[in-house]
């Protein structure tokens, strides 16, 4: 007798939880800087920040490690570059255009850099410069 196929799940989304000293600090970074929104959960340790269909866990203490590094895709990285130059953010230079991505690196209060990046731009060339 024949086996029948594997059905495969489909995935739905993935969503890093960092690890954070400050949760409050942390949130407001993500919300006033980043343009975030606070799931507002009522716990003291451990939430959920998210912008359009990113989400970003925050957790004080037991869980992710320093230093983690994220990718979040966006719509257009040159507009969210502009926005981040007032808004408090952190980016750790002008954007790049990488073979894969026209990207942007913040990095967050605890060290972790988020990478931001868009579709390639073919009016720019691409860096051989190390991610």
């Known amino acids: 007798?024949?086996?029948?196929?594997?059905?495969?799940?489909?995935?739905?989304?993935?969503?890093?939880?960092?690890?954070?000293r400050d949760l409050a600090a942390s949130v407001r970074f993500y919300v006033d800087a980043l343009g975030f929104t606070n799931a507002g959960w009522d716990m003291a340790d451990f939430t959920v920040v998210t912008r359009d269909g990113a989400g970003i866990y925050l957790s004080q203490g037991g869980q992710g490690h320093p230093g983690t590094w994220a990718w979040i895709g966006v719509e257009d990285v040159g507009q969210l570059y502009q926005?981040?130059?007032?808004?408090?953010?952190?980016?750790?230079?002008?954007?790049?255009?990488?073979?894969?991505?026209?990207?942007?690196?913040?990095?967050?209060?605890?060290?972790?850099?988020?990478?931001?990046?868009?579709?390639?731009?073919?009016?720019?060339?691409?860096?051989?410069?190390?991610?």
């Open 83 to 131: 926005e981040y130059q007032t808004s408090g953010a952190k980016p750790r230079g002008a954007p790049r255009n990488y073979p894969w991505a026209y990207e942007l690196q913040v990095e967050d209060p605890d060290g972790h850099i988020l990478r931001f990046g868009s579709e390639p731009r073919a009016d720019l060339p691409f860096t051989m410069e190390p991610v």
């Open 1 to 20: 007798m024949e086996a029948a196929p594997l059905t495969k799940t489909r995935f739905e989304r993935a969503q890093p939880i960092l690890s954070v």
